[in-house]
């Protein structure tokens, strides 16, 4: 038992896979898929490379590998290279697959063979192995996938596979050996397969795989037109029967001009749902024993032949479609070598068939890996715990439905045990699923019935809200309205009350001026009236003295009497004088007395007048005061107005925008109260749909 790595031929666009499991369902071996994550990949060392995944991938989520593009790159380096075509190429290309030797000319393929003479070599080994070893069975290999199906699944089969290598092996050895002039060339494959890398890689014989879909992509890509370029005929020895190999029996209609009567002994198929399952059957006929089998097993991969393999794209066209062109390059092969006498022909194209057949030199031997296959196959124990998780829990729950992918539920059970897959993907298991959510939902349902006609009750009470809020929200409207047009008139008043209060405070000001000037006017009168006091102070003092002078006057008068008295007749007139004298001082005293009077009633008007100033510039000082605090406070008052005045317009902008709010929570209110109407009908069809699931 051995292993070995296989390369990839095979990817996956994971950007377009579904997981939709088409490619498990195409798949003969099933256990190289991994379905147990979001998206499928590929164990390259479990695949075959028989490439039917992607013939039935409609995602385009399946691509294959091919070196279309190494070759070029290498050909525009300047490597020296040459090139092998197998004969499918005549139904890829319909009458221009020798235009195609000359765009390989024109990338510097210095010669081009067909596969087909290839083809023609391996039918005379096979013949020839049976000739010589009289073999049980047969098993015919050319196709790699074949090959590597026997190698990895049922070794047992080995010794059965021809010894003999394939058409394109041959046309490599063939080359290697009888034209040394490209002994060291790398070998470009012009294949229908994408297989045959793994054949390559397992040989050491080929240096590029390139599909025939990649070399038809990279002509459009570039916008290159075959008919631009000439026929180049291929070198060597031509094909005669075997330019059929690439159509379904073309091995037999060779082997046919050895060996007549052939196709007696020889079991013909091909498709990956017809050979696998029957290789697997002649496998468990072996172990049992005592079984015939055909001497020569014809066996193809692909359904339609090469001409529909994975690397042409073709597999869906029709049959006829694909072989005419096959066909009529075998009649113009036919026609060309003009066989009047068949069997002379036919010993002479033998003749020179075996000047480039050599025994040993297209012997094949193959490995054993059958250590890749590390399916692990669960017991009865291991299916009955696999099958409880995939809701199997009785023999009719195995339904075998093949939804899946996989054909059987045991088949489904060992890939979940091999954690190649998940529960999730078992139609059953989902069934089983929706039949258990079924019944929670109808509870559910019940539930939610009962939820819905109190949804339904509490958007009856929320419309009623909604439509007293409506009516409140109104009512705000109005309120806003009327407290927009008082605040308006408000703000007006205040406006005009500040206005007046400032031509108040200048007039206020003016007093304060004018009060100022009279406390100034007052203290001067004071002042005055002061010094009117001294100065009649002085009157006084002065009076005092002409009374005291009258007094002494009327008294020098009486002494002057007396003594003109005593002059007699000679004072006389003395006397006369003296008693005017004294009348005069006695007027003149009198006239002091009522001045010194009139003067002490001055000065007691002028200290009354003083004390009543005094008192009165107190009160000027005390009022001056006052109004300065009420020039203050009036001004503070000015301020709070000229604000009361700004804050007024701020607030009726404000209701403004309050009133427009509320007619847009209005607005909100009726729509609100359109979408719970909505709510409930919603609420009432689901109501419906609810009876319709309990039912």
Known sequence: MGTGTLAPVIRIDEEKCINCYACITACPVKYCMDGSGDTLTINGDLCIGCGHCIAVCSHEARLLIDD????????????????????????????????????????????????????????????????????????AQPCPAIVTFIEIYHPELLPFLSPADSPMLHSIKMIRE???????????????????????????????????????????????????????????????????FSAPGGLLDTAERFVPGIRRRTRK?????????????????????????????DCLNCEKGCNGGPGTGHGEKALDELEGPVLKRSAEVEQKLNPKNASRL?????????????????????????????????????????YRSLRKFNPKDIYDCTACGYGSCKAMATAIYNKLNKPENCAHNTHALLEEEK???????????????????????????????????????????????????MTSSLKNSSDLSLQKRESIKELIDNAAKGQESMRETIESVQGISQSVDGIASAIKIISAIAANTNLLAMNAAIEAAHAGDAGRGFAVVADEIRRLSETTRENSRNISQTLSNI?????????????????????????????????????IFSELSSEGFEISATLESLRELSAAVKTGYGEMLSMTEKLKEDMNSLSSVSDRIVI
Not at 183 to 200: D, T
Not at 352 to 378: A, E, M, V
Request: glycine share 8%.
């Open 346 to 386: 036919y010993a002479k194209y033998n003749k020179q068939l075996n000047r480039y057949w050599k025994n040993g030199l297209y012997i094949r031997t193959y490995r054993d890996l059958s250590g890749n296959n590390t399916i692990r196959h669960p017991g009865e124990a291991e299916l009955t715990q696999v």
């Open 603 to 639: 000065i007691g008007g002028i200290n009354i007048t003083s004390k009543r100033s005094g008192e009165t510039d107190s009160l000027i000082n005390d009022m001056s005061i006052e109004i300065n605090g009420f020039a203050n406070t009036l001004t503070e008052l000015i301020g």
């Open 178 to 244: 009888y034209y040394p002039q490209y002994r060291n060339h790398k070998i470009a494959v012009i294949s229908p397969c994408i297989a045959k890398k793994r054949e390559f890689d397992e040989t050491g014989m080929g240096d590029y795989n390139i599909t025939m879909r990649a070399v038809r992509d990279h002509l459009e890509e570039k916008k290159l037109d075959l008919d631009s370029y000439p026929a180049v005929e291929y070198i060597g020895a031509p094909a005669e029967r075997a330019v059929t």
């Open 68 to 139: 279309c593009a190494r070759f070029h790159e290498d050909a525009r380096r300047g490597d020296r290279i040459i090139a092998i075509v197998a004969p499918a190429i005549a139904s890829f290309f319909p009458g221009k697959f020798l235009k195609l030797n000359g765009y390989l000319k024109s990338l510097g393929v210095e010669a081009i063979f067909d596969v087909s003479f290839g083809a023609e070599l391996t039918v005379l080994s096979y013949i020839n192995f049976i000739r010589d070893k009289n073999p049980r069975m047969v098993i």
């Open 269 to 297: 198929i091909e498709g990956v749902h017809t050979i696998y399952p029957y290789l697997t059957e002649v496998a468990g006929l072996l172990k049992k024993g005592g079984a015939a089998f055909p001497l020569l097993v």
């Open 439 to 489: 019944k929670l939902m109808t509870g559910v349902n019940l539930e939610m019935m009962k939820d819905i006609d109190l949804a339904i009750h509490l958007i009856d009470g929320i419309n009623n809200v909604v439509n007293d809020l409506s009516v409140k929200v109104g009512s705000q409207i109005a309120a806003v309205d009327k407290s927009s047009t008082v605040t308006g008139r």
